[in-house]
């Protein structure tokens, strides 16, 4: 008897709980409403200006360039203090390094066969000597998540439905983010993926590390 009763309060308790596990997977899940427009606009106004007083920066990790016809891919680190920049390009495949330096007055690209060259900016310069097209002045914005001097043409910006940066266009590119790092500044976040993209040229940028000053988000 006692065996019997038993079994009944098992099979009861176990039919409890499937009907308490139907109950929970038939309640939709709660979506929140996408962030309003503005508010992300003026999210991301506070992110650019609390970034723009940090003019010393670097980040260390890995770049995939494209023209439509070649590509390539190696790591990179980069250095930025002001208008001044240092990114050093290497290929483990192909053992090859390149080194750019260069600020407003012009650029300088060490590592070539048949020696240094210069040119009056790294774009340029770059395009002439490889055939890569980057543009080195807007991407030192672009890569930190912020528009590019005015110089560089209007830009607009689009946001995902949490509020965050997805995407800037301006001076033909089209940058693509799509994904975000904490940094040590309380609220900011850097971008960590981001695909840049004019016509066949292409870069592809994934940041390992970044530091901002002195100090590593």
Same mark, same amino acid.
Do not use: F, K
């Given at each position: 008897m006692n065996s019997m009763r038993g079994?009944?309060?098992?099979?009861?308790?176990?039919?409890a709980s499937l009907a308490m596990l139907a109950a929970c997977a038939a309640?939709?899940?709660?979506?929140l409403p996408p962030m309003d427009a503005a508010v992300a606009a003026a999210r991301q106004e506070q992110r650019e200006a609390e970034l723009a007083?940090?003019?010393?920066?670097?980040?260390?990790?890995? %770049? &995939? =360039? @494209?023209?439509?016809?070649?590509?390539? *891919?190696? /790591?990179?680190?980069?250095?930025?203090? +002001? $208008?001044?920049?240092? %990114? &050093? =390009? @290497?290929?483990?495949?192909?053992?090859? *390094?390149? /080194?750019?330096?260069?600020?407003?007055? +012009? $650029?300088?690209l060490e590592g070539l066969e048949g020696g240094?060259?210069?040119?009056?900016?790294?774009?340029?310069l770059l395009l002439e000597a490889?055939?890569?097209?980057?543009?080195?002045?807007?991407?030192?914005?672009w890569a930190r998540g912020v528009r590019a001097e005015s110089s560089h043409g209007a830009a607009t910006i689009r946001y995902t439905a949490e509020g965050r940066l997805a995407r800037i266009e301006q001076g033909?590119?089209?940058?693509?983010?799509?994904?975000?790092?904490?940094?040590?500044?309380?609220?900011?976040e850097l971008p960590t993926r981001l695909n840049a993209v004019r016509g066949d040229?292409?870069?592809r940028l994934i940041v390992d590390r970044w530091g901002e000053g002195a100090a590593t988000p």
């Open positions: 079994d009944l309060i098992r099979r009861w308790m176990i039919a309640q939709p899940t709660r979506q007083p940090l003019g010393a920066w670097s980040l260390q990790g890995r %770049v &995939a =360039l @494209s023209n439509g016809r070649d590509g390539g *891919s190696g /790591r990179i680190d980069w250095r930025q203090e +002001g $208008a001044h920049y240092e %990114v &050093a =390009l @290497s290929a483990p495949v192909t053992r090859q *390094s390149w /080194r750019l330096s260069g600020d407003a007055t +012009g $650029a300088q240094t060259r210069t040119g009056p900016d790294a774009t340029s490889t055939r890569w097209e980057i543009p080195v002045a807007a991407l030192a914005s033909g590119w089209v940058i693509d983010y799509s994904d975000w790092r904490a940094s040590d500044l309380p609220g900011i040229a292409r870069v």
